[in-house]
Structure formats: C-alpha cells, structure tokens
Antibody, heavy 116, light 109 residues
Framework: QVQLQESGSGLVEPSQTLSLTCTVS??????????WTWIRQPAGRGLEWVGR???????TYNPSLKSRVTISVDTSKNQFSLKLTSVTAADTALYYC????????WGQGTMVIVSS | QTVVTQEPSLTVSPGGTVTLTCASS?????????PNWFQQKPGQAPRTLIY???SKYSWTPARFSGSLLGGKAALTLSGVQPEDEAEYYC?????????FGGGTKVTVL
C-alpha cells in the first residue's frame, strides 16, 4: 500500500524559506505512474495547486507562485520536496502532498504558519 | 491566469440528483483538461472521486459520475445520501499545470 507523509517546518518567519518533504512508502519515487504533487489550503478556503513533478517531465508550477517555488525529488530517500521562498502570511496553509490521476494517494497534510 | 469556476453552493434532497459544473475561463472544457473531482468533508483531507473526466476509483461510490456537459466538466450525484454533504472541488489541467475551482458546498436537506 502506497503512503505519503509530509514533514517539515511548521513555523516559518516572514521572508524566510518554507521547506517541506513528502516521504513515499510502498512505491518508488521514480515510478512513472505517479505524478507527485503539492497542494495547499488556507484555513477556511479552497484548494490551491502548487505544482508537480514527474519522472518524465520538468517540474510544473502554479504561475502565481512560480518565481518562489521549487519542487524536487531525492531518489536516494524516496522523497519529494517543496521549497517556497520569501514567504508571507498569505502562505500560511495546510500543505498536502499527493499523487493525482490513475494512481491516486494523498498525505494527511501538514500545517505551516508564517509568523514572526 | 486561468480561472476555474464552480457553483458556490447547491442544495439537494436525500435521494435526489444534483449536478455540479466546472467551467474554464479559456473556453470549453474538454477531455484534454483531464477534469478531476474531489470531495472534502470538514476536518478531513480531500478525497479524489473522479479523474480524466469520468474515470472512477475503487472507492468512488457508484452514485457519483463525471462527464462533459455544455462545455463544462460535470459531476452528477444520483440518489444523494446524507453523507454526501461536503465541499466538492474540480481540478482542470492546462498542459501539465493544474488549476482548482473554488469549490461547491453541497447541502443535503
């Protein structure tokens, strides 16, 4: 059974970098069936697609975040990661890692608060 | 930037049928947008119900179906159950880039 688990900094100071990792168990991060995706949700609001990475394509990002976001894969640890620079309070949200499409899994989400 | 639009809220009676739609600011939604539909209940992570317009997962109840309708993606709930009360989100892909709709709050009353 494939499972995803988010981890990382729960509290980030404004203007700093948010870093999250999603650990994949039960499948290889290199498996082409999976589209590794980050999604976020501010409290009481809707879902926002942050970006995704796939073994056969370059990472793709939400245009509204593109200048600040990087998604990468660490094959040695079977993880994929999210880095978001120059954060503000608007980046406070529940962050989910997931694979969408025919091979579908969601992590439970991790809360990130941007505050000094 | 593209905008994906859903009805803010819909109300349906138990046992009834309701159709949620998902429109794109760029024009008609087609299968090339690979519409996905998600259900989210309060305090829970989203759950994917439909991918690639109409494909279901093993966990997707048979009463949920996806389609294209009048230039939009659609999610139809037939024989609605009280447990279907939730927020529903659609996701469209523009190439490899995804965009969520704002969500539809479905109330079963």
């Amino acid at each position: 059974q494939v499972q995803l688990q988010e981890s990382g900094s729960g509290l980030v100071e404004p203007s700093q970098t948010l870093s999250l990792t999603c650990t994949v168990s039960g499948a290889s991060i290199k498996n082409a069936n999976y589209f590794w995706t980050w999604i976020r949700q501010p409290a009481g609001r809707g879902l926002e697609w942050v970006g995704r990475i796939h073994s056969a394509e370059n990472p793709t990002y939400n245009p509204s975040l593109k200048s600040r976001v990087t998604i990468s894969v660490d094959t040695s640890k079977n993880q994929f990661s999210l880095k978001l620079t120059s954060v503000t309070a608007a980046d406070t949200a529940l962050y989910y890692c997931a694979s969408l499409g025919s091979f579908n899994i969601w992590g439970q989400g991790t809360m990130v608060i941007v505050s000094s | 930037q593209t905008v994906v639009t859903q009805e803010p809220s819909l109300t349906v009676s138990p046992g009834g049928t309701v159709t949620l739609t998902c429109a794109s600011s760029t024009g008609a939604v087609t299968s090339d947008h690979h519409p996905n539909w998600f259900q989210q209940k309060p305090g829970q992570a989203p759950r994917t119900l439909i991918y690639s317009t109409r494909s279901k997962y093993s966990w997707t109840p048979a009463r949920f179906s996806g389609s294209l309708l009048g230039g939009k993606a659609a999610l139809t709930l037939s024989g609605v159950q009280p447990e279907d009360e939730a927020e529903y989100y659609c996701l469209l892909y523009y190439g490899t880039q995804g965009e969520f709709g704002g969500g539809t709050k479905v109330t079963v009353l």
